[in-house]
């Protein structure tokens, strides 16, 4: 058997655990309105620390545990200024809707937008840098094409979360949703397929990176 296909079969698994952990801390805490929002989530922390070893294990296998510290703590800083970001948009993205259905008033809900607009442009920034550093402390040259690709990687991970919800709402995963939630890409991130696109699409990277190397 081809050794890229048990890794790839290794990578979806620990994205489909790293998905279902994540949704059963959200049923935990309480599907209802926002109590999901706010809490600690042991997920965050875990499937980082899963993630660095299926690099080290199947990937990577030279790279030295001290570079993968180096990923982690730039991870988590990361991930705090993300969290950040994305209640700006979210909170934006209602201010916006709020000032110009009860004032009018389009030049505040201009700018409203303008915020939210700056705050989605600084998420794809962070993770790009993200992605970077990442390849970087995996000694991975990047092309000018492959530069472009992990620029716009936010997106494939936010479309491929999607249509994954999508499809596990057809299949009632997710009992609780409305038809009318598909349309809000909030539940993206209730749901927790965004974990797993993060997962799987950010691993489907690295180990086309070093696919490509050994052949080269």
Request: proline share 1%.
């Amino acid at each position: 058997m081809n050794k890229n296909v048990v890794k790839i079969a290794i990578l979806a698994f620990l994205s489909l655990v790293s998905f279902l952990a994540y949704y059963a801390e959200v049923l935990i805490h309480g599907w209802e309105g926002l109590l999901w929002v706010g809490n600690f989530y042991w997920t965050f922390l875990l499937v980082p620390l899963a993630f660095c070893a299926w690099i080290k294990l199947c990937v990577v296998k030279e790279i030295k545990l001290k570079a993968l510290l180096k990923f982690l703590v730039s991870y988590f800083i990361t991930f705090i200024a993300i969290l950040v970001l994305l209640n700006v948009v979210y909170n934006m993205r209602f201010v916006a809707y709020y000032v110009f259905c009860n004032t009018k008033i389009m030049l505040n809900a201009f700018l409203a937008v303008c915020v939210l607009s700056v705050a989605i442009m600084l998420i794809f920034v962070i993770l790009f840098l993200e992605n970077i550093k990442l390849q970087s402390i995996l000694n991975f040259k990047l092309s000018d094409k492959e530069m472009v690709v992990l620029f716009f990687m936010p997106l494939y991970i936010f479309l491929a979360a999607e249509v994954v919800m999508v499809l596990l709402f057809c299949l009632r995963v997710f009992p609780k949703m409305q038809a009318a939630d598909l349309l809000d890409s909030i539940f993206i991130f209730k749901t927790g397929t965004v974990v797993f696109s993060s997962v799987m699409l950010e691993g489907l990277y690295i180990l086309y990176k070093k696919s490509f190397i050994s052949k080269a």
